[in-house]
């Protein structure tokens, strides 16, 4: 009895973390497509990071554990299947304690890719594309066909799994 | 019998996560000044990110919970004891694939600031500091005085808790 227990309560915790992982944002309206904005993406580690110097913006490249995992293991072209790629965007100021380090100022945009080759493939791509705007995230997109201007972008680097991001390399 | 059990294993559950939160990184070699490399430093979340011109290197300030936590809440003047703050510090490159996107190329260190008014008040700031150089992980410094350096680099932002970042805005 006590084993079965004990059986139950570690799969649920194990099942949780699994279940729980990239649940939806409450009270943030959903993309037009549908995709909901994941409510831990600010928690997420980070894959990579730029700096924009054609629209002076800053951004870091985050990754669900499904991405993080793929990205550590080199396992990206093409990247799995429940992997959810984030990328927080801001305007670029320099450092009033330090004029010669560029870092972030007004945060402009959250923007997501979600691997899902059965579920995304009729825009050709095998992902979902998805932005919320400013602090209060708003979805961004008239309607379902939006993301048809991510992807218009995303073209150039179609071999690569349409993914700009190169995994910075870690220790 | 059953209520016990249950207890204490989501206490143990709980507990964990606190205790094994920031174990040191098996395999590296403590800072001169005995300070260990955290663990899961990789998988913490952002604070800011930064772009040095002057020495060309791309920086993610990441921080453990307790950083995270005050990075949020605006708590960072002081930062509450038990927060870490670290640095990966990668060279710059322009992205092959949008040459106007600068991003990291080689991995150069990871450098931590560890808040803890008690442990670390004989060095005059509140903060225990290390560094580990390159891929290998090896730290850096001759003896425990180069934290000395770390001080007299960050003396201008003495003012600020003695740390440069500002946290990043986020919804």
Not at 36 to 50: E, F, G, M, R, T
Not at 80 to 85: F, N, R, S, Y
Not at 95 to 100: G, H, L, M, T
Request: charged letters at 20%; glycine letters at 8%; one cysteine or more.
């Amino acid at each position: 009895m006590q084993k079965g227990l004990v059986t139950t309560l570690l799969t649920a915790v194990v099942l949780s973390g699994q279940v729980w992982a990239d649940p939806a944002a409450p009270g943030v309206a959903p993309a037009p497509n549908g995709i909901q904005l994941p409510a831990n993406y600010k928690d997420w580690a980070v894959i990579s990071i730029s700096h924009r110097v054609d629209n002076n913006t800053m951004r870091v490249i985050v990754g669900n554990e499904v991405a993080i995992k793929a990205a550590r293991a080199g396992n990206t072209n093409p990247w799995p299947d429940g992997a959810i790629l984030g990328k927080m965007v801001w305007k670029e100021a320099a450092k009033d304690s330090w004029p010669k380090a560029i870092a972030p100022n007004e945060f402009v945009h959250a923007e997501f890719m979600f691997k899902d080759q059965g579920k995304y493939q009729d825009n050709g791509t095998g992902w979902g594309w998805a932005r919320w705007l400013g602090m209060d995230q708003k979805p961004w997109g008239k309607d379902a066909n939006a993301e048809q201007e991510c992807i218009a972008c995303h073209t150039p680097v179609k071999s690569s799994d349409w993914v700009f991001t190169t995994p910075a390399q870690l220790p």
